[in-house]
């Protein structure tokens, strides 16, 4: 579902490489694109448009059509069979719906209601970051500020940073569309919006709110993050500084890091090797590098963390998550399960 945008695309290619079991996919997404082709397994696919037909007999979904729809559908699509996997924010903190980061918190997935959430994306690489830290020395407190792409916002914000580029090279006038400013050589401290007079952006609620649904801290662990806008198409960045209950070394974070399944350790600075988003685009795993100590405290560490937010940060996410499921049998929606 929302096999036209930027993660559903991806979605149809992670699908296919990690040769997922399916014996039929059908891509789903609006009247718009009903008709068009996409890419799968070196086949092309006929777009269908979501209707009540349409999904009809489908075993899972994977659904990266926005909020809005998700919030609609995914009701409708439990209660005629399908297990959904969903990419939007829409469910993610209903107290009946499990959060789950694929090689974090695996277990949630047991008693699901019909529908697994996939968490944000800049939650989810902070997510495999921080589980070795926090199983082996407690966190206590967390500060996070993100450098994120534009391919976080959708395609359109992927054309809306080409074309900017283009125009201010041109010394042509720039009109932002997605955006509330150029995003084109600037930095942008708003990712998504501010609500009801709030002065944190709903990504920054997200990023604490998921944050400490998945790992389970207590209200007792602070967590505050600041959300930023690059000029980066693929690829969040982020700067994380967090305490820790016990001490834990440099030393002893790189390597309990370096052990860790899905994370790779970029960590010789002074020969210019640390995580950078073009390295990190196109790739499964979660980048961290920067591993050092803060020098205002001895339990905090920094660490710079960076991610594809289309692959681990959505659509790989999404397909493990799939495959947890189908690996434990749990491609069925339970007796009576909705979504109140
Ligand atoms: N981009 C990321 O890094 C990322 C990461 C995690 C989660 N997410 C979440 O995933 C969702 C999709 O993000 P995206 O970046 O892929 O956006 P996108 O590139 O703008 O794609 C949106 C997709 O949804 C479909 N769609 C939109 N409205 C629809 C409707 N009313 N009915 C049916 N299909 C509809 C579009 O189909 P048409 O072609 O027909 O318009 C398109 O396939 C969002 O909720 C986003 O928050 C995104």
């Not at 829409?90 to 047991?110: I, K, T």
């Not at 940073?161 to 930095?187: C, I, M, T, W």
């Amino acid at each position: 579902m929302g096999a036209t945008g930027a993660v559903g695309s991806t979605l149809l290619e992670v699908l296919a490489q990690r040769s997922f079991p399916t014996s039929e996919v059908v891509p789903l997404a609006s009247a718009r694109s009903a008709g068009n082709k996409v890419g799968f397994a070196g086949e092309e696919l006929e777009v269908r448009e979501l209707t009540e037909d349409s999904f009809q007999g489908l075993d899972l979904i994977l659904s990266s059509a926005g909020g809005t729809v998700s919030s609609e559908w995914a009701p409708r699509w439990i209660e005629a069979g399908a297990v959904v996997v969903d990419n939007t924010s829409f469910w993610r903190m209903h107290d009946d719906v499990p959060l789950v980061v694929a090689g974090v918190n695996d277990n949630a997935v047991e008693g699901h209601n019909g529908l697994v959430a996939n968490p944000n994306c800049t939650t989810m690489q902070l997510m495999v970051a921080l589980k070795p830290i926090l199983d082996a020395a407690g966190i206590q407190r967390l500060i996070v500020s993100t450098y994120q792409s534009v391919s976080g916002t959708g395609r359109n914000a992927i054309a809306e940073l080409r074309d900017q580029s283009e125009a201010v090279l041109k010394g042509e006038r720039v009109e932002p569309k997605v955006y509330p400013h150029q995003v084109a050589f600037n930095v942008l401290p708003q990712v998504e919006s501010f609500k009801n007079g709030d002065d944190y952006t709903t990504e920054e609620r997200k990023v604490m709110g998921e944050t400490r649904k998945i790992l389970g801290l207590t209200e007792a662990v602070g967590i505050s993050a600041t959300c930023a806008r690059v000029p980066v198409v693929t690829g969040h960045s982020e700067s994380v500084n967090v305490q820790t209950e016990r001490e834990l070394s440099p030393e002893e974070c790189r390597e309990l890091l370096s052990g860790t399944d899905g994370l790779v350790v970029l960590d010789d600075p002074r020969d210019g090797i640390y995580p950078l988003p073009i390295a990190a685009a196109g790739r499964d795993e979660v980048l961290v590098g920067r591993i050092r100590r803060d020098p205002s405290h001895e339990r905090c560490l920094n660490l710079w963390v960076v991610g594809d937010n289309l692959r681990k940060g959505a659509a790989l996410n999404a397909v493990q998550v799939a495959e947890l499921l189908d690996q434990r049998d749990l491609v069925r929606v339970p007796a009576g399960a909705s979504l109140a």
